[in-house]
């Protein structure tokens, strides 16, 4: 398993591994919570992973908390989700 944060083309979103509990957990992050969070200069598409790499420590603590309160894998911080292809 590739660990490192990518650009996911098909959801538009940032895919990475979360380790919770000592298993990691596949996420997600759309760059409308990432704007919602961080505000508007948050670049579309492959950018967003630098995004996401400046603000690992609150996304994965996100992550976890959802996790924690019982979110199923694959878990996912969005406004709103994107469409299913």
Avoid: N, Q
């Avoid at 509990?21 to 579309?44: A, H, M």
């Amino acid at each position: 398993m590739d660990s490192a944060p990518r650009f996911d083309p098909e959801t538009t979103s940032v895919c990475f591994h979360v380790v919770v509990r000592g298993r990691p957990v596949k996420s997600f992050v759309t760059r409308d919570w990432l704007v919602s969070r961080f505000g508007s200069d948050i670049p579309p598409g492959e950018a967003m992973v630098d995004a996401y790499i400046e603000h690992a420590e609150a996304i994965d603590r996100e992550i976890a908390r959802r996790v924690a309160a019982g979110r199923i894998e694959p878990v996912w911080l969005a406004s709103t989700l994107p469409p299913l292809p």
